[in-house]
């Protein structure tokens, strides 16, 4: 099913964030400003903003590649859209709790240039498990050459519950990238279970369910091009 998107809700929507975040930042600085406050913005060094616009771009373009290495073997004329879909994450990961609206957008986006749900759902996971190593990898080089000048008394503490939730993620996205059979199966089971319990939502469920075993038929194909083939 396509999602249509009303250009005039957009505008609406891109005005009222605006607004609001203006009016937060306002309402932060005027209740927890100060004159330290006030008189490190007059002494910023612009030159320091010009590298950091730098750097996002640098960021942004990297991101939108990173996209295009999966999607290009589909569409190989596809950058645009790669570039738009990592914009939509981006902002809509910074705009909703707990970052959940970027992923959906990333999709939503690429589907409207054409990239099915399944082989942008397929991308997604294998650039999520590539950047979860990556920063795991670089923040392990990091604490290694400045960890001991590190003046935190908790640290380690921290570190460590950080290393055990890293390795139960990366092993759950590892099963369910390797064999996403088994997730279908689960959650087909849960479905079924729910048309039980629900008669009169039973035929929603079951729809439910099936469209659910023919988006993971197809993620699995994608995956496997990907993987295997490309």
Known sequence: MDVRIDRKDVRRG???????????????????GSRETVAALRGFDLRWLAVATLLVGVDLLVGAARIHIFIGQIRPRSFRA?????????????????????GAAQLLILRRY????????GASVLNFVATLVLLFAGALAALNHVGPRLPLAGLNTVLAASRVLFVIVLVLFLFF??????AGRVGAWTLAGLARLFPGR????????????????QYTGYLRFYWRRR
């Open 14 to 32: 891109i005005r009222l964030f605006l607004i609001l975040t203006v009016l937060g930042s306002a309402a932060v600085f005027f209740l927890l």
């Open 82 to 102: 790669c570039w738009d879909a990592n914009l939509a994450n981006i902002f809509l990961a910074a705009a909703t709790p707990f970052q959940t609206g970027g």
């Open 114 to 121: 054409g990239i099915p749900y399944a082989a942008g759902a």
């Open 177 to 182: 990238l390797a064999t996403p059979g088994r």
């Open 202 to 217: 039973r035929e929603a469920l079951l729809r439910a369910r099936d469209r659910m075993n023919g988006f993971l038929e």
